[in-house]
């Protein structure tokens, strides 16, 4: 039997896979560590064996991840989905068609995963541009999803998680406003302390202590990718509950700094009530 947990501890970024993972195995981790919240975000089309051809090729992928989300909030624990199309869908569609129709297909993806913020089944859009070495076109087509996925989120008035290169993509605050959308709520997943979006930094980062000194808003999360073949990836399901007890209890973070990192910041920014049973 589960104990009560005595604080909010809320996972930012997680996958949770039951074919190619363990599936809610890992939530349980999670909540046997003392986590009480994870925002479930969907996965790569590829980790479902779908190649799209359109946007509700998209479907089975974010339909999967509600399923899990269901099945996370019947143990007992918080769940909220964020659904979208990984950047890194560029290049490999673009290996099947042409550049212009792809990025067609990740915008129509990102309207399918809209539509479902819109019925309340999701509470914030994935998206990005990506992380590695590109050719101009190349970004300038992920720069037009970006942008796209931004001017979604305004018009549902919800959130942006943002997978992209290391750094603080400063660029992305004005392109945030130009879409009409408040910029402190876009988060930069994976993120540098140094970013002007809200960053969610993963568990392990060394600056969480004097972050929370400084009274920084940001979030934490593992991205764990729920994968058999790369265990543990990026980091455990049980990692962000851990080092935020054991900061706590080593007096690195306050109470409030718990409250503000886990509850208060994760609230205002998706629209959600993190809040214990």
Known sequence: MNRVPRYPITDDHIHLDPVNGIGIA???????????HLFVVSKPSWSHGVEPSRGEDYRPVFEATLTMVRAVREIGLGAFAILGVHPAEISRLSERMPLPRATEVMQEGLSLAASYVKRGEAVALKSGRPHYPVEDPVW?????????????A???????????????????????????????????HFATPDTPLIPSLIARHEMIPELSRGGRVFTMESDYMDEKSRPGAVIGPKSVPRFTLRHLGSGAITEEDLWRIHAETPSRVYGVEIRLP
């Open 154 to 188: 305004a018009d549902c008035s919800c959130a942006v998680q943002i997978h992209g290169e290391s750094g603080p993509c400063t660029d992305v605050v004005e392109m945030a406003q130009e879409a009409g959308m408040d910029p402190a709520r876009v988060v930069k």
């Open 26 to 36: 890992a939530a349980k981790e999670f909540q046997r560590a003392g986590g009480t």
């Open 140 to 152: 300038e087509a992920s720069q037009a999803v970006l942008r796209n996925a931004l001017s979604l």
